[in-house]
């Protein structure tokens, strides 16, 4: 099972903020992290999918020295192998992934797992399987998570927090103008990419996120 002091930390984040270079409007990532953080974000995934392991390792050791400096996190996106060599926060896994429990086993003390899902069954599985935190969607539609279906709107955050405990933060569409109707929904905080990556002020557009999290 996920360590409760794990699970609690999550709690704190109220945004967890996902990498996406290509919607990055030609900023490199580290600036991109440092003006999040300096917005008030303090949990990052590096998800980029298009990099060898190779690639990923030097791209997530440039970003781990922002993180570290400045007291924030990051995780992975489903390369435990290259996580555990970064020294990594964590990692973020997908039902594709290998078995949470495999991993829960791989990984040091401390490190935390998210878990993707997009319906009840799914949360229900990460949580029995010891995850710290799920992310849930798409609630909103996206076009990064169109492959995954039409959107599941709001209801499904209220049907998966009455079963689950561990923190849920909505992913997909989330917007400063829709963070009260998920937080209200049961959400622990939300999940977004282009939200930040492609804003324009991203220190403000953190900020605005925020705000509208803590509003609840």
């Known amino acids: ?66 993180t570290r400096k400045e007291g924030a996190l990051l995780l992975i996106n489903d390369r435990v192998d290259v996580a555990l060599a970064l020294g990594a926060d964590g990692v973020h896994l997908a039902q594709s992934s290998l078995p949470l429990g495999s991993v829960r086993c791989l990984l040091r003390k401390g490190m935390q797992i998210g878990v993707s899902c997009h319906n009840l069954a799914e949360a229900l599985k990460a949580e029995e399987g010891g995850a710290d935190f799920i992310t849930l969607g798409p609630i909103f539609p996206t076009p990064s998570k169109a492959r995954y279906g039409p959107p599941l709107g709001p209801g499904i955050i209220t049907e998966v927090r009455k079963k689950v405990s561990i923190p849920i933060f909505a992913l997909g569409g989330i917007k400063a103008s829709n963070v009260a109707e998920v937080m209200a929904s049961g959400a622990d905080g939300v999940a977004v990419i282009s939200a930040v990556m492609g804003a324009g002020d991203v220190a403000q557009a953190v900020g605005e996120l925020l705000i509208a999290v803590r509003a609840k």
């Open 1 to 66: 099972m996920a360590s409760g002091s794990v699970s609690r930390l999550a709690l704190s984040w109220g945004l967890y903020v996902i990498t996406d270079r290509h919607q990055a409007l030609g900023r490199p990532l580290e600036e991109t992290l440092r003006e999040a953080i300096k917005g008030g974000a303090r949990a990052f995934q590096l998800r980029e999918k298009d990099l060898s392991a190779k690639e990923l390792f030097e791209l997530g050791s440039r970003l781990l020295r922002v």
